[in-house]
């Protein structure tokens, strides 16, 4: 399967951004979507991730209640919607296909490019 991930761009801070990844192949039930994130020189950090089959969503502590991860089944589609964004969300997104599951980038099988977010304070 393939990852493509768009969306990203440049905004003040308090701005929003909605990413979008949209997959080459319908995701099974039992798949997980998830957007992690990276800065230069950081691990890649788990931010949201969506159940594909029931829609149960998690999200990374700093993001609640700012970003909000959804799905469109019909264009075997994710997105991230970004609000109130802060300079220290700029980073490199990308979203995964995992079987289950989980904040480790290691529960992941499948990656997209990445597509960057910039917030200027």
């Known amino acids: 399967v393939q990852l493509q991930a768009s969306g990203g761009g440049s905004v003040q801070a308090g701005g929003s951004l909605r990413l979008s990844c949209a997959a080459s192949?319908?995701?099974?039930?039992?798949?997980?979507m998830s957007w992690f994130r990276q800065t230069p020189g950081n691990e890649r950090e788990f931010v949201a991730a969506?159940?594909?089959?029931?829609?149960?969503?998690y999200y990374a502590d700093f993001v609640t209640g700012r970003f909000t991860i959804s799905k469109d089944s019909a264009k075997n589609t994710v997105y991230l919607q970004m609000n109130s964004l802060k300079p220290k969300d700029t980073a490199v997104y990308h979203c995964?296909?995992?079987?289950?599951?989980?904040?480790?980038?290691?529960?992941?099988?499948?990656w997209g490019q990445g597509t960057q977010v910039t917030v200027s304070s």
């Open positions: 995964a296909r995992g079987n289950r599951y989980g904040t480790s980038k290691s529960e992941y099988d499948y």
């Open positions: 969506i159940r594909w089959g029931v829609g149960l969503t």
């Open positions: 192949s319908r995701p099974y039930s039992s798949h997980v």
